[in-house]
Structure formats: structure tokens, C-alpha cells
């Protein structure tokens, strides 16, 4: 079992920014390709950000490409969104996943998810 914990959610203004962090724990979880997704009210959940295990590839949803970065820090078991020039299209509930696909994950239906952390993000 893997066990994901997410945190660094709030409210902010407009051009802000927040770190989100996801900390992983259980089974085999350093191999495993990580995501970030958000899913805003009365909104489908979408694909945000993914990193490789090996941390060597990135991929992002065009909306957020320039203003987010993913990155891992397999040493602390943790993995993070940094989230620069907000907007408040941003606002959502942000999930990190993980899953030993990356393909999967991409694809957005990642086997293990944490519970979600708040962004808002005002005017």
C-alpha cells in the first residue's frame, strides 16, 4: 500500500505563489511516476503536471507550462508543485498520485491518490 499526504495549500492572491508537497510513503512508492491534478468546482478533474520516477522527465498541462514546476526529492519521500503567477483560474482541489506507469499517469488514472489539499486563488 502507498499512502500519500499533500500540504502548502491556501489562499492567496492573484500572481502569488504556493509550494504544494505530497509526501509518499509505503511499498516500492521511489519508482513510481508521480502527478499533480486539481479539480476546480463543478469541474471534471484534470491533469496538471507529471514527473518520472527518475525525475529526468516532466510533462504539463498547457495552462500551467511557465508557471509551474513538479520536482521530487526521493531523499524526503516527497514530491512537490511549485505554482508561480497564480491565477484565479488556478483555484481548485490540487491531488498529487502516483502510480508505476507513466503512461498511466499521463493518462490520469494514476492507482494511488492522496486526499487533496485547497488552492484559491483570489482577484
Known amino acids: 500500500q502507498v499512502q500519500l499526504v499533500e500540504s502548502g495549500g491556501g489562499l492567496v492572491q492573484a500572481g502569488d505563489s504556493l509550494r504544494l508537497s505530497c509526501a509518499v510513503s509505503g511499498r516500492t512508492f521511489s519508482t513510481y511516476a508521480t502527478g499533480w491534478f486539481r479539480q476546480a468546482p463543478g469541474k471534471e478533474r484534470e491533469f496538471v503536471a507529471a514527473?518520472?520516477?527518475?525525475?529526468?522527465?516532466?510533462y504539463y498541462q498547457d495552462s500551467v507550462k511557465g508557471r509551474f514546476t513538479i520536482s521530487r526529492d526521493n531523499a524526503k519521500n516527497t514530491r512537490y508543485l511549485q505554482m508561480n503567477s497564480l491565477k484565479p483560474e488556478d483555484t481548485a482541489v490540487y491531488y498529487c498520485?502516483?502510480?508505476?506507469?507513466?503512461?498511466?499517469?499521463?493518462?490520469?488514472?494514476?492507482?494511488?491518490w492522496g486526499q487533496g489539499t485547497q488552492v484559491t486563488v483570489s482577484a
Open positions: 514527473i518520472r520516477w527518475s525525475g529526468g522527465s516532466t
Open positions: 498520485a502516483v502510480d508505476p506507469s507513466w503512461s498511466t499517469v499521463v493518462a490520469g488514472t494514476p492507482k494511488y
